[in-house]
């Protein structure tokens, strides 16, 4: 009878024990199970929320790592540059291997690269590469450099960077058509402004500006003349001092101004279609 009992004893005790246990990990696995349900259905605040309860009572957890990427990533999503850039650099802090360190880093620099901080993130990028990553992630990097280098317009650098990663002839084409394209000089559009305004417009082929800076810079000197021949000297003079020139020289500066906003629409469009070609190798099976 006492072996009975012992025994019973025993195995409630050893019940008791398993059932805690098991309560006590699907505690732990509730906030991240539900932190990522969360972020699935785009509600990235409250997934946040339960990924820092998650850090609170469990700040020694070997998934920190992982926790705090999960949440740069729902910042990113939800627009939080900053606070995205904070937690992925917790994360690569956190990180238990190697590998997970690069991942970390990849997608620090893609959140980088998002808000034009491409110093940083070549930085990240070249941290990964001295680490000797997996084929995977020494892949991804390449074509993140790639990417980076383009948005800088650095082409010859994009295109070196760019052949380790893949040997399309495509690509080749397009980055032969964005080292050649075409760029216009600001400082032949100033002189060509201050010799007839408006000259400096045309020069990029925006004919509308040119017209319009033409024709105001040739009334205004209409009048003035016609002042001076009138005998108006204080009108002419006014029109000079405060009209005229003031028109003359805003129309050089303009045309200067016309003619870097032109060359970086060129880079712009050029960047563009490289880009599109890089999605479209990756999107190929």
Same mark, same amino acid.
């Given at each position: ?24 990990? %699907? ?24 990924? *820092? ?47 997970? *360190? ?37 892949? %991804? ?52 402004? *201050? ?60 045309? *200067? ?29």
């Amino acid at each position: 009878m006492i072996q009975v009992l012992n025994n019973f004893i025993f195995l409630f005790l050893l019940s008791t024990v398993l059932i805690f246990c098991s309560f006590t990990a %699907r505690a732990e696995e509730l906030p991240l199970s539900l932190g990522r349900h969360l972020a699935e259905e785009g509600n990235y605040h409250a997934a946040i929320t339960e990924y *820092k309860r998650f850090l609170f009572f469990h700040p020694d957890d070997p998934r920190v790592g992982g926790v705090y990427h999960a949440i740069g990533l729902a910042y990113r999503a939800g627009g939080l540059w900053t606070e995205a850039v904070a937690a992925l650099r917790t994360a690569t802090h956190y990180a238990i291997d190697r590998e997970s *360190k690069s991942e970390y880093q990849l997608t620090l620099a893609v959140t980088l690269i998002a808000t034009k901080n491409y110093d940083l993130a070549e930085l990240e990028l070249i941290k990964v590469m001295l680490r000797n990553p997996s084929t995977r992630l020494h892949r %991804r990097m390449l074509f993140l450099k790639t990417v980076l280098y383009i948005y800088q317009f650095r082409w010859e650098e994009a295109r070196r960077v760019g052949r380790e990663y893949t040997t399309d002839e495509q690509l080749e084409v397009l980055f032969d058509a964005a080292v050649n394209t075409p760029q216009k000089s600001a400082d032949v559009a100033s002189m060509l402004s *201050k010799i007839l305004p408006g000259l400096g417009h045309i020069y990029i082929g925006d004919w509308r500006d040119g017209l319009n800076a033409l024709l105001l810079n040739g009334a205004f000197g209409f009048l003035t003349v016609d002042a001076i021949l009138d005998g108006h000297y204080t009108d002419a003079v006014l029109w000079v001092s405060l009209v005229l020139l003031r028109y003359y020289r805003g129309n050089t500066f303009r045309a *200067k101004t016309a003619v870097e906003q032109f060359n970086l629409q060129r880079s712009r469009q050029a960047a563009e279609a490289l880009l599109q070609r890089l999605q479209e190798i990756v999107d190929t099976p």
